[in-house]
């Protein structure tokens, strides 16, 4: 069974960092490309920024570029987010997603971690 | 990178057929066949629907399809259930490797 299980949100102040993970399993996890994909609570869905399967290519989103960082260990079966200089439009729940090869969808998703930034 | 523009409501009754169109540009959906969609329940995570516009991951019920036209996609959902009743979100591949979803629609089923 495919299983994406993402942790490290909390509440962090504004100017703040955090460190997001999520541990998948049930499937070959160097062979997907990974997102991580956030929803500000009660709204839509915004891509937030992309990793291929080695790890040698990432993208973001403008309103995240410059201050997020996506990585990956393939070793570990793991994919992180590196946050910092949070701000309070940051305040969303974050799920991470994957796709097979570089599929251009969101073949599965994990539950979600929310990350509040408030002072 | 604007939202795609979906409606924010659809209702219909059980086994009516109803359509959620989802709009772009052709720097998104007019311009790849890369739009997929997404259901999601309170609470939940999204679920993969339809990708590739009108291709269906296995499980899902061939009550669902997808199409695209120019720079507008399109979901139905036909012989509608109690169960369909969440928030739908289009998502389209879109220039320099990012991707865009759309700003969501409720269907209600009365």
């Known amino acids: 069974e495919v299983q994406l299980v993402e942790s490290g949100g909390g509440l962090v102040q504004p100017g703040g960092s955090l460190r997001l993970s999520c541990a998948a399993s049930g499937f070959t996890f160097s062979r997907y490309w990974m997102h991580w994909v956030r929803q500000d609570p009660g709204k839509g869905l915004v891509w937030v920024s992309l990793i291929n399967s080695d790890g040698s290519s990432t993208n973001y989103a403008d309103s995240v570029k410059g201050r997020f960082t996506i990585s990956r260990d393939n070793a570990k079966n793991t994919l992180y987010l590196q946050m910092n200089s949070l701000r309070a439009e940051d305040t969303a729940v974050y799920y991470c997603?994957?796709?097979?090869?570089?599929?251009?969808?969101?073949?599965?998703w994990g539950q979600g971690t929310l990350v509040t930034v408030s002072s | 990178q604007s939202a795609l523009t979906q409606p924010a409501s659809v209702s219909g009754s059980p086994g009516q057929s109803i359509t959620i169109s989802c709009t772009g540009t052709s720097s998104d959906v007019g311009g790849y066949d890369y739009v997929s969609w997404y259901q999601q329940h309170p609470g939940k995570a999204p679920k993969l629907m339809i990708y590739?516009?009108?291709n269906r991951p296995s499980g899902v019920s061939n009550r669902f399809s997808g199409s695209k036209s120019g720079n507008t996609a399109s979901l139905t959902i036909s012989g509608l259930q109690a169960e369909d009743e969440a928030d739908y979100y289009c998502?389209?591949?879109?220039?320099?490797?990012?991707?865009?979803f759309g700003t969501g629609t409720k269907v209600t089923v009365l």
């Open positions: 998502s389209s591949y879109a220039s320099s490797s990012t991707f865009v």
């Open positions: 997603a994957s796709s097979y090869g570089s599929g251009k969808h969101f073949d599965y």
């Open positions: 590739v516009v009108s």
